[in-house]
């Protein structure tokens, strides 16, 4: 069966300092592969998405940017981290064998202070 | 782009009772509606979808009503339970190769008392 993994799961980081979240997939190939991010008290928002390797749209203009070094490898990121970014960041997967629904991983909890 | 309304934003029953959570798209071209619900500190979890094909889809106590020419997607919780209490996340996307690109209602809180 499919899993997606996300990590880390909590971390609390400065302003100014950078990020790195990652996730992977496993039990699927060529899966299209989201970041969200929910603010606390919100709904979730679409930030990135990829269809493939090195393919990656961005939906909002932001701090942030994400990577597809692998097939079933996502990476979100920032050079340098603002209060705002801080927020319950998911990975989430659609591929065909997964009943052509969409998936969350276990989310990560960031805190900018 | 495609805007999701969600309403109502709490929702209070009692045990036992109904609830319905309802939500109105504006993208004509959005075919695919999830419904996500959430607890405290943990991911979004799928309890049901429809597609734009159908207009009602059940599953035990939980149902979905699709009407696609008003644009508007019910959610119907039956026989409530304490354990239904948590938010509630609508959401809509064009499907195809859009599926995961999904917009979001701003969630519905619902607290089912004893």
């Known amino acids: 069966s499919q899993t997606i993994h996300q990590w880390p799961a909590t971390l609390v980081q400065p302003v100014g300092s950078p990020l790195s979240l990652e996730c992977t997939v496993e039990?699927?190939?060529?899966?299209?592969l989201y970041w969200y991010r929910q603010a606390a008290g919100r709904g979730l928002q679409l930030l990135f998405y990829?269809?493939?390797?090195?393919?990656i749209s961005s939906e909002v203009p932001q701090n942030l940017s994400a990577s597809r070094p692998q097939d079933r490898q996502f990476i979100l990121s920032s050079k340098k981290l603002l209060l705002s970014d801080s927020g319950f960041y998911l990975c989430?997967?659609?591929?065909?064998?997964?009943?052509?629904?969409?998936?969350f991983g276990e989310g990560s909890w960031l805190t900018v202070v | 782009g495609e805007n999701v309304e969600q309403h109502p934003s709490t929702l209070s029953v009692q045990e036992g009772d109904s609830a319905v959570i309802k939500c109105t798209y504006s993208?004509?071209?959005?075919?695919?509606f999830p419904w996500y619900k959430q607890e405290l500190g943990k991911r979004p979890q799928l309890i049901i979808d429809?597609?734009?094909?159908?207009g009602e889809k059940k599953d035990q106590r939980i149902a979905v009503t699709l009407n696609k020419t008003a644009k508007h997607f019910s959610l119907h919780i039956t026989e409530t339970q304490p354990e239904d209490s948590a938010v509630y996340f609508c959401?809509?996307?064009?499907?195809?190769?859009?599926?995961?690109?999904?917009?979001f209602g701003q969630g519905t809180i619902l607290t089912v008392h004893p």
């Open positions: 989430a997967w659609f591929g065909k064998g997964g009943g052509n629904t969409i998936y």
């Open positions: 039990g699927t190939s060529n899966p299209n």
């Open positions: 990829s269809v493939g390797i090195g393919q």
């Open positions: 993208d004509s071209a959005s075919n695919y």
């Open positions: 429809i597609r734009s094909n159908v």
């Open positions: 959401a809509a996307s064009a499907g195809g190769t859009s599926y995961g690109k999904l917009t």
